[in-house]
């Protein structure tokens, strides 16, 4: 893999095809846990964790299995690797685990997972498959993350409230009163705001692409119309 | 039996797991076997939609091999005499976001028609070889003609045309091929013509 | 007494028909030039039987019927030709048409005239080509060849021969001065008509607004003794619909898609019957027709009975145009007419109206706002469509879901975009629908046409390598045959037919291909 | 024949797979079994342990439970409930008892209400409820402290009828524009107390290995 | 000479967008007048302030889309929003509830969609239930009727507004939060011991029911909407409470009478469900639209965890509205079946 | 119990939504609403496959898991399960009624990756459903993401056509959407 297709897969995995804003995927958890920035780095660095190793074993294995069977095999190194992380965190993170409830488990079915498992971890050799799992991991974690913030500050009025769930005990002197207000925006961190939110931020990516886009335009010289035909009907001489 | 398995954690979990891993690959070999799914059916449904001018603006040789790479994944704005109407169908039948066309394929324009300039045809036959749809009547030596009904406008005979005599003409023009535009958005719902000039050049 | 129903939605504009004086009927000059166009009706247009050059006469026949959808052109009035070519025609596109034009010598000579007054005794074949000969199109408004309509086929036998004396547009008393000044001559002609498609019953519908026209009618029913209905209904726009004329006269709808002649009918305008008797019985073509000249910008609104070919121009210098500002000249009524793009532009057989309003009296209508789905739309279509859910899909081009909303079945009648608050063109983007839809099925048809030719191409020559290919192995086959047979080594066999080949060639190269 | 072949490859790969993975996750279980069970306990008894502290007590409050019927007008409950006793050495110091408010604005509100031996309150802790967010949603102690106002509070302190909302005379404060909801809870609280008052004797006076 | 083109139809009707909003304002004003009336200045502040805050939104974003802002604004849509909106509001609210929920209504309930006529969801309801959740403790702050307590005047009002201090001073439960919140009384001891309640709705709830009522028929004779809604959704919502009540114990959810003249309920009749940008476009369509909302009213009024429930109900069934629409279609002339069902 | 059962249908399909409150199956709720024909296709495949997958995953977790004292393997089983009940109920169905599968066909795959399944069987392990109570759940469950479907693909339809600000043209506008719908649902809460 040269450099230049690194930066391809960091800028896809970042921007360009991000998992949330773009491909609109995993959006449950994207939704259901980020009401707080505690919960949404919670469960980002799970799906990081659950990504990178997914890719990773698929990677691995992609010589040895048959069309046939290659989704259930997929969908159960998955699976496992949810399972594994969850005793983690239950072991080491108790509370959390019980806040993020049954989306922990639920990343077994984040399309992200089998999306990049299937798209490509099974086409690539393992550095670039899991160099995707993390930065597709990480793509979507900075949006989970970002979601939480915004979420937590408006409907709170604080960011960074009980890392201690994530952190231990030192962490509780984290949280940042940003703006105190005795009547928060409370919608932000009920259902509906999950939504407007993150429909929010879409329009905000499209806003910063068209930008960026009509920028480039300016610079880019016009493509050539009709540059791309061929020839139907064998070719003149 | 179950209580072996109970006391011993990894042999029960490897057991089911390994009985249902089994029971499910068993039954997906089975289905692989029994249910085979036969072609793409999709792809015909998208050469349907194509305007089937044949033009090859789209990059591949027809209409039909564009409807199959259409099929495979590829984009569907790359076809410029279909333009935006053959672009939304696509998009309605794949369930996508309609894309602008592709400039790089080319624009759409309004549908043409080759004309040959009998009197300057020397009957080489190169334009019925070069014609995709057989729309060119004529033989060696003799003047040619183009079916004017089946001609698509692909514009693949005017290259080959060793004394350039064939033109694109305008298909649609004329009383008979007009019908109303839709209204622009927030524009003045009126025209003013100037009728003055008109009434003097007539008179 | 007939009941009348009640048809859905609809609207009550107001009338303004006394402005033009229905039942006063005068004769326009003849201009000193006429403008022919080929194309007065529905379907193809007529074929020049003149030259430029020649001298016509009065009712002699210019340009003769193209198939069956099609009708013949006469001169109004004798005179030469003195061009045939695209010319200015009253046509909401604006654009050019073929035409004749003829320079009228004053004279007004015409052809002698073979009618017959014992029509009862020809069959319907011969009346229908005699229909059509005439010239005859449908005069209420779309033009359509009435000898096609008068043959609707055994397996749609006619009951009923419906004459729609409706004229529910506002401003236009054309139909009406035509029933005060001609009763007899439409009972007449009824009678004719509905002798051509075997009715057994004639119905004239009159809404109920035009007292003179309804006591003309009935007086001539009575002096004819004619077994002739005559009904009269409320006044409401658009019951001049042939399918709303049809409801409130019999309650029975004809099917989506149909033509009256499906549930038994055939509706005719009073000027169409008009001229079935004169085809007929005084043996003249269609040359002549009334127009309501109306509006406040001109003097003197009036009907008259005008040449077709006249020019829009000298009609409203007749009416007295006053116009200062920008001026809008309807051609057609307020609601369903088109704004004429050039008053060189002559008058045809579908031409009922001109009507040249000042701007306070129909005023140029805003700019269009979005629309706030107020319903107030599908309470007045007629024909109980969602007329802003039409709107949406025609704008997003859905055509679809236009035709799942029924979009033909739309009369453009207008009466939507009447009530819309919003002041949205609605008709116009129903027309625009129509026309890509008419268009892509169009186009549909290329396109499976060139994919068939196209695919037999691909398939010729595929066979044709294939025979190739075919050819070629079988001459290998049989050199390897041979070769084994004479049990030589069949490279050096082949190389030594080559060179033969080649020895060959050099010896006459003439034959190679 | 084909067939048997595929069904056979299909299933020998996936029960393949279905081992490594059950290995692994299997391993995983048994390397932090303990560790989460400990969680499982921890967590459960932390809600207690605020009520009643480490050092209060020496015994594990989670583990001393009974059971308390349905019908018992004074907690309102709807179904058989667990309480807690609080032990030091073999003296019971408190309980903890649960109570459901069926007055509260919308549904119950499930509290459970800690007493010492003299009557007085130890802690009060909302368990469950569907109040209004943002408004009576404050007995929660993770959005206010309102509920450690009770703490130390006893049937004599304040008196019996000034056990209610400053609005309707007593003194445990509203929150601005709710009334109902602590009010509810309020209320609960003091029939807790009642409750307990009443039983003493059996809750009290058990000896530990009767529990 | 110079012609003008223009397409047809050339006659054109009175109605107008702009005129059929100002008559929607018209008709509010005895409602307003009767609020104003029974709990002071209050609901007059709301709805000046919220206009300005409306008009100046909308000004800003039309402009920003690149389009004409004159041209929104003169329609008066956005001023119906915020009038609407303000009425519903408790008088007395601070200045930042008006401004956040005008914003949102015309923001979020409006603009995002494209503007006036494309919203599927009613911008006023859409700004008052995110202020409802969001800021349930203003929102439940409803002021006690003139009868009951003093009724400020318009300094303190323009304190109460501008510098919100506590709210208590002024708040009481309305008759439909009485309700919700009773557990033991049977409905006609409620009635009898709860000053603020009459057997008619309570007191100026009864009477600003009724001066909706009259401004809604004003509407219905001035033809801005058709009968079919608001009827349905009564005649629902009595339905409902008749079959609920059951004499009137302490479970029994209301009288018919106390339904359909407490709370919101006229004013949503006539002046939120006839909304006609988001509600169902057919008149069958507006049967069932204003049938189930006037259900679910009464379910969410006596079930559910808010007091009265007209601003849920709507936005419900907005949400529904288009697949009513689906299904609703008029019987096209010449067709023996609705619309949709032949192809 | 009647009672009940309508209580846990009205609760899984109207107060609880599996969409707009707890945020399960959002992916084809976004990605298979543009056409209200699709949506009703998913909506009936959605339907059938959650209740039996409810159903399944309750008899595997209590008489498989539970017994070997394995409900830590919950995860993992229960996606197999639901993979072979999608698969199985593709095979029943393309035998039975090649008319139906032309219609569920496509949408089969698409479900074994929807959160609302699994998510289903987790709840029931949660809520500690019996058998009867499992399957009715998972039938509301199903009935409250296809209502959702259905009148959300009705709405976009709506959507496609209105002049819609261009940065919050496509995904962006469908969440908005979904937001106020959700904002909406807020009302059922307490009804039960
Ligand atoms: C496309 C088209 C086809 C028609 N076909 C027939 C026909 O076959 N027979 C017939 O008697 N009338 C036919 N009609 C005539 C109609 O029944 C009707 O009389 C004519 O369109 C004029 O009516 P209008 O002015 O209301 O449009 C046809 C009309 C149109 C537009
Ligand atoms: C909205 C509308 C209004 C019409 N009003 C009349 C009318 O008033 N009188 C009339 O003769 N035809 C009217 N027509 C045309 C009739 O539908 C029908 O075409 C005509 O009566 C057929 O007669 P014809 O073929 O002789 O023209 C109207 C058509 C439409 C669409
Ligand atoms: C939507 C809504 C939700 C409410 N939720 C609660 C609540 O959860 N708890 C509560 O005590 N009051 C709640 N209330 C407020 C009550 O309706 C009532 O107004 C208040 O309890 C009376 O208190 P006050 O006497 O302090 O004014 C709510 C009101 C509304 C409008
Ligand atoms: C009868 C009628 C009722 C209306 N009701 C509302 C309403 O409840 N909420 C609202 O925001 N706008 C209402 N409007 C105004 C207008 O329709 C609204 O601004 C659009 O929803 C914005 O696109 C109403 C308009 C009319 C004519
Ligand atoms: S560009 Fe369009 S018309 Fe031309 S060959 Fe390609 S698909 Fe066919
Ligand atoms: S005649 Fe020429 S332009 Fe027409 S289809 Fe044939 S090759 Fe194309
Ligand atoms: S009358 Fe106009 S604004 Fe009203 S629904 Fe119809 S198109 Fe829309
Ligand atoms: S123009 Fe068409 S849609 Fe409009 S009212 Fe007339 S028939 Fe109905
Ligand atoms: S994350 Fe839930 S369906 Fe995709």
Redesign the pocket.
């Known amino acids: 893999m040269s450099s230049t297709s690194y930066r391809q897969l960091t800028l896809n995995g970042l921007w360009k095809n991000n998992p949330a804003l773009v491909q609109l995927l995993g959006l449950c958890p994207l939704l259901a846990v980020t009401a707080s920035t505690v919960n949404a780095l919670g469960l980002a660095a799970a799906t990081l964790f659950v990504l990178v190793v997914s890719n990773t074993s698929v990677s691995l294995i992609r010589l040895v299995v048959s069309d046939t069977i290659r989704l259930p095999v997929f969908v159960m190194i998955i699976a496992a690797a949810v399972t594994v992380t969850e005793l983690l965190m239950q072991a080491y993170s108790y509370e959390l685990y019980q806040i993020l409830g049954i989306f922990l488990p639920l990343i077994t079915t984040n399309c992200i997972i089998l999306g990049r498992a299937d798209a490509f971890a099974r086409k690539n050799a393992l550095p670039a498959a899991l160099y995707d799992g993390f930065i597709m991991g990480i793509g979507f974690g900075a949006v989970l993350v970002l979601l939480g913030a915004i979420r937590e500050l408006l409907g709170t009025g604080a960011l960074f409230a009980d890392m201690q769930l994530l952190f231990g005990a030192g962490a509780e002197a984290w949280r940042w009163q940003v703006f105190s207000v005795d009547y928060p925006f409370l919608v932000a961190i009920l259902p509906p705001g999950a939504f407007l939110v993150t429909g929010c931020l879409i329009a905000l990516k499209n806003q910063i692409d068209t930008s960026l886009e009509q920028r480039a335009k300016a610079k880019a010289d016009a493509p050539v119309a009709g540059s791309k035909r061929v020839r139907v009907t064998g070719t003149v001489s | 039996m179950m209580a072996t398995l109970i006391d011993q954690p990894l042999l029960a979990a490897l057991t089911a797991l390994l009985g249902l891993g089994a029971l499910f690959g068993a039954l997906l070999g089975f289905a692989a076997i029994r249910f085979r799914v036969e072609g793409n059916p999709i792809s015909e449904q998208i050469n349907a939609l194509l305007p089937q001018t044949q033009c090859g603006q789209c990059g591949y040789p027809g209409c039909r091999p564009y409807s199959e790479a259409i099929a495979e994944g590829d984009a569907i704005n790359k076809c410029p005499p279909g333009g935006e109407e053959t672009i939304q169908a696509l998009a309605d039948l794949l369930d996508v976001e309609p894309q602008p066309l592709d400039a790089e394929h080319g624009v759409e324009k309004e549908p043409v028609?080759?004309l040959i300039r009998e009197d300057e045809c020397i009957g080489c036959t190169k334009?019925i070889q070069?014609?995709?749809?057989d729309?060119?009547l004529g033989a060696a030596k003799v003047m040619h003609t183009?079916i004017a009904d089946e001609?698509?406008?692909?514009?693949?005979?005017i290259e080959p045309c060793p004394v350039d005599c064939i033109d694109l003409v305008p298909r649609k023009s004329g009383i008979g091929f007009w019908h109303w535009p839709l209204p622009a958005d927030r524009a003045p719902r009126f025209d003013v013509i100037a009728t003055d000039a008109a009434t003097r050049d007539a008179a | 007494m007939r009941t009348v129903h009640d048809i859905h939605g609809g609207i009550h504009p107001p009338e303004r028909k006394a402005l033009s004086r229905p039942g006063e009927l005068t004769d326009a000059p003849i201009p000193p030039q006429l403008v022919m166009p080929l194309r007065q009706h529905l379907g193809v247009p007529a074929q020049p039987t003149v030259e430029v050059g020649d001298t016509v006469l009065g009712d002699q026949q210019i340009a003769a019927a193209q198939g069956v959808m099609s009708v013949p052109v006469h001169a109004p009035t004798s005179g030469t030709v003195v061009a045939i070519e695209s010319r200015p025609i009253a046509h909401a596109s604006g654009l050019e048409d073929q035409c004749i034009v003829i320079e009228t010598d004053g004279h007004h000579r015409c052809l002698d005239a073979v009618g017959t007054d014992d029509w009862r005794a020809l069959d319907a074949i011969t009346l229908v080509e005699r229909i059509r000969e005439a010239g005859i199109a449908g005069m209420g408004g779309a033009g359509f060849p009435t000898a096609v309509k008068l043959s609707p086929g055994p397996e749609r036998p006619i009951e009923t021969l419906l004459i729609n004396g409706t004229e529910c547009e506002p401003y236009i008393t054309a139909d009406d001065t035509l029933m005060q000044c001609h009763a007899d001559e439409l009972i007449e002609g009824a009678q004719i008509l509905a002798h051509v498609v075997s009715a057994d019953a004639i119905l004239i519908g009159i809404e109920d607004n035009k007292p003179g026209a309804i006591a003309a009618v009935e007086a001539a029913i009575a002096r004819a003794d004619a077994d002739i209905e005559l009904a009269t209904f409320p006044t409401k726009y658009p019951s001049g619909g042939e399918k709303q004329i049809i409801e409130i006269l019999t309650g029975q709808q004809v099917p989506s898609g149909g033509i009256p002649a499906d549930i038994g009918l055939v509706c005719v305008n009073p000027g169409t019957a008009v001229a079935a008797k004169r085809a007929i019985i005084d043996g003249k073509p269609l040359t002549h027709r009334i127009v309501t000249l109306t509006g406040e910008a001109l003097k003197n609104p009036q009907n008259v009975s005008a040449c077709l070919g006249t020019p829009i121009t000298a009609l409203m210098a007749h009416a007295g145009l006053n116009a200062i500002a920008p001026q809008r000249v309807i051609h057609g009524g307020p609601m369903m007419g088109f704004a004429v793009s050039n008053l060189q532009a002559p008058i045809t057989k579908i031409t009922n109206c001109l009507l040249a309003p000042t701007a306070t009296e129909l005023p140029v209508p805003e700019p269009a706002k979005p629309c706030i789905r107020c319903g107030h739309c599908a309470e007045a279509c007629p024909a109980s469509l969602l007329p802003q859910q039409l709107y949406w899909y025609a704008r997003a081009k859905d055509q679809e879901q236009l035709a799942e909303h029924r979009l033909f079945d739309c009369i453009e009648c207008g009466a939507c975009a009447y009530v819309c608050p919003s002041q949205i063109p609605l008709v116009q983007y129903y027309r625009a629908a129509k026309g890509q839809i008419r268009d892509s099925e169009q186009e549909k048809r290329r396109s499976d046409n060139s994919r068939g030719r196209f695919e037999a191409r691909q398939a010729r020559l595929e066979t044709e390598a294939a025979a190739r290919e075919a050819k070629r192995a079988a001459r290998k086959a049989a050199a390897q045959s041979k070769a084994d047979a004479e049990g030589a080594d069949p490279i050096q066999a082949a190389i030594e037919r080559a060179k033969a080949r080649k020895a060959d060639q050099d010896k006459e190269p003439e034959q190679t291909s | 024949m084909n067939w048997l072949r595929s069904i056979g490859l299909s299933g020998t790969v996936l029960a393949l797979f279905a081992a490594i993975t059950s290995v692994a996750i299997g391993w995983t279980f048994l390397g932090t079994k303990d560790q989460i069970e400990l969680e499982v306990r921890r967590a459960e008894a932390r809600q207690l342990l605020e009520i009643f502290p480490v050092g209060t007590h020496d015994n594990e409050i989670v583990d001393d439970t009974f059971d308390v019927q349905a019908e018992t007008p004074l907690l309102g409950l709807r179904e058989v409930r667990q309480g807690y006793r609080v032990r030091q050495g073999d003296r019971v110091v408190g309980v903890i008892l649960p109570a459901t408010a069926r007055d509260g604005y919308s549904g119950d509100i499930r509290a459970l209400v800690g007493i010492r031996k003299d009557g007085s309150i130890a802690g009060v802790r909302v368990v469950s409820h569907r109040e209004t967010p943002g408004l009576g949603d404050k007995v929660d102690l993770r959005k206010s402290n309102w509920i450690l106002g009770f703490n130390h509070r006893s049937l004599e302190n304040p008196a019996m009828d000034r056990w209610n909302v400053a609005k309707d005379g007593g003194v445990f404060d509203q929150f601005t524009g709710a009334t109902v909801t602590p009010r509810a809870v309020i209320l609960a609280t003091r029939r807790a107390l009642e409750y307990a008052t009443l039983h003493s004797a059996t809750l009290f006076e058990q000896e530990a290995d009767s529990a | 000479m110079s012609l003008l083109k223009v397409t047809s139809p050339h006659a054109s009707g009175q109605s107008r967008v702009s005129a059929v909003m100002r008559d929607v304002l018209v008709a509010t004003v005895p409602g307003v007048l009767v609020l104003t009336g029974y709990f002071g200045p209050g609901t007059l502040i709301n709805i000046i302030l919220g206009g300005l805050v409306a008009i100046a939104a909308e000004y800003a974003v039309v402009a920003m889309r690149g389009r004409d802002p004159r041209v929104a604004v003169s329609d008066l849509s956005v001023l119906v929003t915020s009038t609407l909106l303000c009425i519903a509001l408790p008088p007395y609210a601070p200045w930042w509830l008006i401004a956040i929920g005008v914003l949102t209504s015309v923001l979020l309930g409006k603009q995002v969609f494209g503007g006036l006529g494309y919203n599927p969801f009613n911008p006023a309801m859409v700004g008052y239930v995110v202020l409802l959740i969001s800021f349930p403790v203003q929102m439940s702050a409803w002021a006690p009727p003139r009868g009951l307590a003093e009724v400020p005047g318009l300094g303190d009002t323009l304190r109460h507004v501008f510098a919100p201090t506590t709210i208590d001073a002024v708040t009481a439960a309305t008759p439909l939060d009485l309700l919700r919140q009773n557990t033991g009384l049977l409905f006609d001891d409620l009635l009898r011991t709860s000053a603020e309640l009459t057997s008619w709705g309570g007191i100026g709830w009864f009477e600003a029911n009724l001066a909706f009522l009259v401004g809604g028929i004003w509407l219905l004779y001035r033809r801005v909407f058709t009968w079919h809604a608001p009827i349905a959704m009564l005649v629902a919502l009595a339905v409902c409470a008749l079959m609920g009540y059951d004499g009137g114990s302490s479970e029994s959810g209301g009288s018919a009478l106390f339904h359909l003249f407490s709370g919101a309920t006229m004013f949503a009749a006539f002046f939120i469900i006839t909304d006609p940008v988001s509600s169902a476009v057919s008149n069958r369509g507006r049967l069932i639209f204003g049938a189930l909302i006037g259900a679910l009213i009464y379910l969410i009024r006596t079930l559910g965890n808010y007091p009265d429930a007209v601003a849920f109900a709507v936005l419900i069934l907005n949400f529904c509205a288009p697949f009513i629409d689906h299904y609703t279609q008029p019987k096209v002339y010449g067709t023996g079946k609705a619309g949709s069902k032949e192809t | 119990m009647l009672g009940d059962i309508a209580l846990l249908l009205v609760g899984a399909v109207l107060v609880n939504n599996f969409v707009l409150v707890q945020f399960l199956g959002l992916c084809p709720f976004m990605g298979v609403s543009n056409k209200l024909e699709t949506a009703m296709g998913m909506s009936v495949a959605t339907t059938f496959v959650l209740t039996l997958a409810s159903v399944c995953s309750y008899l595997t977790y209590n008489y498989l898991l539970i017994p070997l004292d394995l409900a830590y393997l919950r995860t993992i089983s229960f996606i197999l399960v639901i993979a072979v009940v999608v698969q199985f109920t593709e095979m029943v169905v393309r035998k039975t009624s090649p008319l139906l599968h032309r219609v569920l066909g496509v949408f089969l795959p698409l479900i074994t990756t929807n959160c609302a399944v699994l998510g289903v069987a987790l709840l029931n392990i949660n809520q500690a459903h019996n058998f009867i109570e499992s399957l009715f759940y998972g039938l509301g469950a199903a009935l409250g993401f296809s209502l959702v479907l259905v009148l959300f693909a009705a709405m976009r339809e709506r959507l496609a056509v209105a002049d819609i600000p261009e940065p919050f043209q496509g995904a962006a506008i469908g969440m908005i959407t979904a937001g106020l719908a959700s904002l909406a649902f807020m009302g059922f809460a307490g009804l039960i």
């Open positions: 028609v080759a334009c070069a014609c995709p749809v729309a060119i183009v001609c698509t406008g692909c514009d693949l005979c």
